[in-house]
């Protein structure tokens, strides 16, 4: 059931009618997670027992490390927990990658592990909701927060419909606690939960799916693009992934502030950042800082030696490029990352954000842009080819292809100026609305208007909508992740 469908519309328009009718909280936490199973069920219903597999692990090995003095029960029970959440991720979206790799590696002795091989599917989400509950164990093995005895409510933490396919991943100390008391839905927040609404789908319908109609052809095409083709197809996926995975975040923001609960932000600017460390403080701020929490930090963080804080950025780096997709074109955007933040600590890449000032500070931002946009290729070369009868990962060809598309010529045709004239006509809107958020430092600003302008903003992106929004309902990208 995706957010820009009727389907949804539907569903939520019930949903939020019978909350509002609902007297006590309670009884509304016990329709948002019958709520939750049935949007997830829409996905396939099969995926609902793992995911209550998955909820009733955590809850009991929180309550065991919660209730338990001994420090050694208490250790237990975090790697039971950090086990099995890792076991169900690790089978169902890596397995068939390590048996590849493993492949790889046998094939040049004689040996076959083909029969191995399975077809799974990969559930929806997996990714965020594991991520969630790692960190809601974690924080009570040390002592930040309690463990819930309140099974339902812990379970609608995990399930919460709004947040739980693609984000933001976020935490019990600020989602789970919400569920323990009567929430007041005031009139900010549905103010505030229409616009984001309106701005995410915005970006998804006008935005997001028509530069994937860009891009999309580029890299199918990689082997015969030119040099500017390939280029610019990079820049409409660059613009694609961002609108996509922002408005999802925006949209379940939005819809959760009506229901009176309050979703991190997830994106702040992402392509205004001056630096490699500024950038992972924008883009997926939620991800980011798990990493930064529960890996980076628990390694040393720059605690040690500068070989040491660089041994620990590169696989904090190399985890979170492996999280988006069972791939050796993630590993390596991760790598690509992490060294990026390794060359920015050493050589400073960059001016800091504090120094920076007028067209030194835009030209900062102008050439942290092009490093994003190859790591934008890279994560983009998802290729597959059928061998046997069997899905292979073929990105290593594909972002060799895009690489070396001058060999095709270096010019700038028609097909390219007709791209660049797309992406200018599209981006440009946003473009200026981000420009305004930067410089009010308001992601909200649009809001604090006068009535006349704000009405003239909403009426100029509802007639885009209307004439060049694709209405198909294509999925969210982070979807597959």
Known sequence: MLFNSWDFVVFF?????????????????????????YFYSAWDWRFLFLLLSSTVLDYVCA??????????????????SITGNLTLLGFFKYFNFFLDSLRTLLTPLGLSVESLHLHIILPVGISFYTFQEMSYTIDVYRREIP???????????????????AGPIMRASSLLVQFFRPRTITREFVITGVWLIFWGLWKKIVIADNMALLADPVFADSARV???????????????I??????????????????????MQNFDLPYFARNPS???????????????????????????????????LMLTMLLGGLWHGAAWNYVWWGAYHGGLLIGHRWIALAPSPAKARGWTRVGAMALMFQFTLFGWLLFRCTRRVRVDGILRDDSRAQIVEMLTAFRNGWGFDTRALVVLLTILAFALPLIVMQVFQYRTGDPLCVLRVPMPARAAIVAGLSVMWLLWGIQAGDAFIYFQF
Not at 226 to 240: D, E, I, K, R, S
């Open 13 to 37: 328009l019930v949903v939020y009618v019978v909350y509002l009718l609902l007297p006590a909280y309670r009884q509304q936490n016990l329709l948002l997670l019958a709520a939750s199973y």
């Open 226 to 240: 030119t040099w500017a083709q390939a280029y610019l197809g990079v820049v409409a996926f660059a613009f694609q």
């Open 242 to 263: 961002y609108a996509d995975f922002s408005a999802y975040s925006d949209i379940a923001r939005g819809v959760a502030r009506l229901l009176g609960i309050d979703l």
């Open 278 to 312: 500024d950038f992972w403080r924008r883009w997926h701020i939620s991800l980011s800082t798990w990493l930064r929490d529960y890996l980076y930090i628990p390694l040393g963080g720059n605690r040690g030696t500068p070989a040491r804080t660089s041994t620990n």
């Open 147 to 165: 463990a819930t005895r309140r099974f339902l409510d812990f379970a609608l933490f995990v399930a919460f419909f709004p947040h739980m396919v």
């Open 63 to 80: 309550l065991r490390i919660d209730t338990s003095d001994s420090p050694r029960i208490r250790k237990v029970f975090l790697v039971a």
